[in-house]
């Protein structure tokens, strides 16, 4: 299938590579650090990237808990099989330590005319071997970074990817990093051949996974694309969710309990999440907070906050920040029994009688994303944060708050998100905005008003509303 997207990560990974190209620096070498979630395709970024520069290469794909000895004696193979020019002078001998495997590789690497060094999934190759982060750091150091070599190291365990680079880590400040996230939904659109309203909720049930939005094939419409995935238990959709947890958290852990207790429906509190996750064994206020914690470095849960004049951290909602799991969570976990038993159709029958509804919650935190995205070079160029605002009893909600600081010093706007495709914000919408805005610590009368609303609005009724079309080029 035609590559799709991603053209912002592969400017970057030019870049570098020019850097090596030219070779200016003293050390002749780059190092990128590209983590992301599982099966969010970093591979497929990194193989496309190798295929469009045309250099010599090697890509080396480590396993989990692998043998040691093995494990490196497949570091040698695949060196010594690679087409970089020098790959006929690694020895046969078996490397016994990780700082040889990496020595034998760069003997492969030439000193003369570029090429790239590709090593995915790092952590699982380091984590067999004690220190193993000071070694990469030494063979880089003496050897690796001396040759014009762009070398990729590639991660889906995003808190010790980005513990290699911290600054009381042996590798920090040797490499770049580069953040892979979830397809945005303007690449989404391109690869399921979908726009407005349709494009959108193609990115809500695909997560933004590349192998999951490249089974929507041409024509189909939602219904039909959940229909084709709920059809086995094989299908990307089901498997996906299943696979990016079970390579993180263990089924019984406290963290999948977690996150199965906030599930993919919308936000709850501290104390809903500890009352869903205790039943007959009470979870301490401690062990609960560790855990919120854990997951929120791990980028798998947010925290928000009301966005006011008013710090409002006791008002915090915790919400599923992994777009490839809002959906599953919500629709695809509660019904993999079903599934496994050939009865899908309990499953889509269920997301597609409730998919309005759940859509008016999951596509705030993308509407806010993309409304913050078109800030700059807009009537509102001063605003650097937004978000929504809600007081302890949730009424009234305000769905958009732009301000430039959190807390604000200055509201440049509050508004509303109707995701309605065909009934267009009405005088109503907008009088109630108005009403409800002034119980936003800082908001005066007459406070600016903006909307979103894919049917777009009646004339006049607020300052500015934006449609799902105009969304779209937030990501541009």
């Known amino acids: 299938m035609t590559f799709v997207g991603r053209d912002r990560e592969l400017s970057i990974l030019n870049k570098?590579?020019?850097?090596?190209?030219?070779?200016?620096?003293?050390d002749k070498g780059v190092a990128v650090i590209i983590r992301g979630r599982r099966r969010v395709g970093k591979s497929r970024l990194a193989g496309e990237f190798?295929?469009?520069?045309?250099?010599?290469?090697?890509?080396?794909?480590?396993?989990?808990?692998?043998?040691?000895?093995?494990?490196?004696?497949?570091?040698?193979?695949?060196?010594?099989?690679?087409?970089?020019?020098?790959?006929?002078?690694?020895?046969?001998?078996?490397?016994?330590?990780l700082t040889a495997a990496l020595q034998l590789l760069a003997l492969a690497i030439p000193d003369d005319s570029p090429s790239i060094v590709v090593i995915d999934e790092l952590p699982w190759l380091l984590e067999g071997f004690a220190g193993g982060s000071g070694e990469l750091q030494r063979v880089w150091d003496h050897t690796l970074s001396r040759k014009p070599v762009l070398l990729l190291l590639l991660g889906s365990d995003l808190a010790m990817m980005e513990n290699l680079t911290r600054h009381d880590q042996?590798?920090?400040?040797?490499a770049v990093e580069l953040v892979l996230g979830a397809l945005n939904p303007r690449e989404i659109a391109e690869f399921t051949g979908t726009s407005g309203v349709d494009a959108f909720d193609a990115h809500l049930v695909t997560g933004g996974q590349p192998l999951v939005a490249e089974t929507w094939e041409a024509g189909m419409n939602l219904a039909d694309f959940l229909r084709d995935q709920y059809e086995d238990s094989t299908t990307a959709m089901v498997v996906n969710g299943l696979r990016i947890?079970?390579?993180?958290?263990?089924?019984?852990?406290?963290?999948r309990r977690v996150l199965t207790a906030i599930g993919g429906r919308g936000e709850r509190t501290f104390t809903a999440i500890q009352q869903a996750v205790s039943g007959a064994d009470p979870i301490s206020s401690t062990s609960l907070t560790r855990?919120?914690?854990?997951?929120?470095?791990?980028?798998?849960?947010?925290?928000?906050?009301?966005?006011?004049?008013?710090?409002?951290?006791?008002?915090?909602?915790?919400?599923?920040?992994?777009?490839?799991?809002?959906?599953?969570?919500?629709?695809?976990e509660p019904h993999l029994g079903a599934i496994d038993a050939g009865r899908g159709d309990i499953g889509?029958?269920?997301?597609?009688?409730?998919?309005?509804?759940?859509?008016?919650?999951?596509?705030?935190?993308?509407?806010r994303e993309a409304v913050w995205r078109l800030m700059p070079g807009s009537a509102w160029s001063q605003v650097t944060e937004v978000g929504g605002w809600w007081p302890r009893t949730n009424r009234p909600e305000i769905d958009l708050v732009g301000a430039d600081a959190r807390p604000a010093k200055n509201i440049g706007f509050v508004g509303t998100i109707k995701w309605r495709p065909d009934k267009p914000l009405t005088a109503r919408d907008a009088a109630q905005l108005q009403a409800d805005a002034l119980s936003i610590p800082g908001v005066e009368p007459g406070v600016t008003a903006?909307?979103?609303?894919?049917?777009?609005?009646?004339?006049?009724?607020?300052?500015?509303?934006?449609?799902?079309?105009?969304?779209l080029e937030a990501w541009a």
């Open 170 to 174: 042996p590798f920090h400040g040797r």
């Open 245 to 255: 947890l079970d390579s993180e958290f263990s089924e019984t852990s406290l963290a």
């Open 348 to 367: 889509q029958a269920a997301a597609v009688r409730d998919f309005s509804r759940w859509r008016g919650r999951a596509i705030e935190p993308v509407v």
């Open 16 to 26: 570098h590579l020019d850097r090596v190209r030219r070779g200016r620096r003293l």
């Open 450 to 471: 903006v909307g979103v609303c894919p049917a777009g609005a009646e004339g006049g009724v607020l300052d500015h509303v934006w449609t799902a079309a105009d969304l």
């Open 291 to 332: 855990t919120l914690g854990m997951l929120r470095d791990k980028r798998v849960v947010a925290a928000d906050e009301p966005l006011s004049m008013k710090s409002s951290t006791k008002d915090r909602r915790y919400r599923i920040d992994d777009p490839a799991l809002r959906f599953w969570l919500a629709y695809v």
């Open 50 to 97: 190798v295929r469009r520069a045309g250099l010599p290469h090697l890509h080396f794909q480590a396993s989990r808990n692998a043998p040691q000895i093995e494990e490196l004696s497949h570091l040698r193979d695949v060196a010594a099989a690679s087409d970089l020019p020098n790959a006929s002078a690694v020895p046969e001998a078996a490397p016994t330590t």
